[in-house]
């Protein structure tokens, strides 16, 4: 199981111990065992605030197949590595994808608030970017079952991020339909998004 859990985190260091994991948060190894065996309620209402400083709510989507993704700008390899594949599922979608809408949520906000514009521009033109404060990201992170912790660096001003780096698909009520992994590559993601555009 724990090499199940360690492939479904991206960052510098997977933390499974629980005097790294922030107090308002369960563990990496019991938030995805929850994940994995459909334990409690995955996602929830939110309201944060996207690229452009705009309030947003998820009861906005309404309609629409959401794909929720939680990660960071400063992310090396894991969360840009999916973030185009999203991109690229989308456009072979072609005008199928508009009933998508495809979220970024940031795990950093300190660094992330001020990047997010430029950062979501260099992927789909439909990605929004949302930030908000420390909790509330925490809060809907939580509501997700999104594990995230900050990994300090060599210097005390630096740190990345350890998190889940898993693709979450909500249905057109915003009720959860289940995850996709790290590096689930765009054919995959069309076939499992045309599956449930059909419906």
Not at 13 to 19: L, M, Q, R, T, Y
Not at 91 to 98: F, Y
Request: glycine share 10%; proline share 7%.
């Amino acid at each position: 199981m724990l090499l199940l859990i360690a492939l479904l985190f991206c960052g510098s260091n997977v933390a499974f111990a629980a005097e790294d994991t922030p107090p308002d948060q369960a563990t990496a190894a019991q938030m995805m065992d929850d994940l994995m065996y459909g334990r409690g309620t995955v996602g929830g209402p939110f309201a944060l605030t996207d690229q452009n400083g705009r309030r947003r709510s998820d009861s906005e989507f309404r309609g629409k197949l959401m794909i929720v993704y939680f990660g960071y700008t400063f992310c090396p390899d894991v969360c840009p590595a999916d973030l185009m594949a999203i991109t690229q599922a989308l456009d072979a979608l072609g005008p199928a994808a508009s009933g998508i809408q495809p979220i970024f949520i940031t795990v950093d906000p300190e660094r992330d608030t001020k990047l997010l514009a430029e950062y979501v521009s260099a992927f789909h033109k439909s990605l929004i970017g949302l930030t908000g404060s420390p909790e509330e990201i925490r809060k809907v992170a939580n509501a997700y079952k999104a594990f995230y912790v900050k990994v300090p660096g060599a210097r005390g001003d630096e740190y990345a991020i350890d998190h889940a780096g898993v693709i979450y698909l909500m249905g057109r009520g915003g009720e959860y339909l289940g995850f996709m992994p790290p590096q689930t590559g765009p054919e995959k993601l069309i076939e499992v998004l045309r599956q449930y555009l059909s419906k």
